[in-house]
């Protein structure tokens, strides 16, 4: 069984880094930053960028990952469709007190 995965041409990204796979693979060589000289993480860096763009297994969740939005910088409220009242949050109500459980169970 083979898989005929698509030729990539941006293989050879001299100077262009990829956040994306930048932060995966910061992440899979931080253990071996004291263990390893510089020239092996930098093997590894890239056998893992190669790796992560053009593997049949990874590269479909690297596309998707790519694809979604930026995430926002900011914390504060999202408006979403079908909430009710624009800009507004829902209210959890209060949990019944005196009974000794909290949620609703009983």
């Known amino acids: 069984m083979t898989h005929e995965a698509p030729e990539r041409d941006d293989l050879d990204r001299t100077g262009d880094v990829d956040p994306l796979v930048d932060a995966c693979v910061a992440d899979a060589l931080s253990p071996y930053l004291g263990a390893l000289s510089p020239e092996e993480i930098e093997d590894y860096r890239r056998l893992l960028e190669v790796f992560i763009t053009t593997h049949p297994a990874s590269m479909p969740l690297y596309d998707r990952l790519r694809a979604r939005p930026p995430v926002l910088s900011e914390s504060g409220e999202v408006a979403r469709e079908g909430s ?9 109500a209060a ?6 459980t909290f949620g609703g169970r009983r």
């Open 95 to 100: 949990p019944e007190r005196g009974d000794g």
């Open 84 to 92: 009710g009242a624009k800009g507004a949050m829902a209210t959890p």
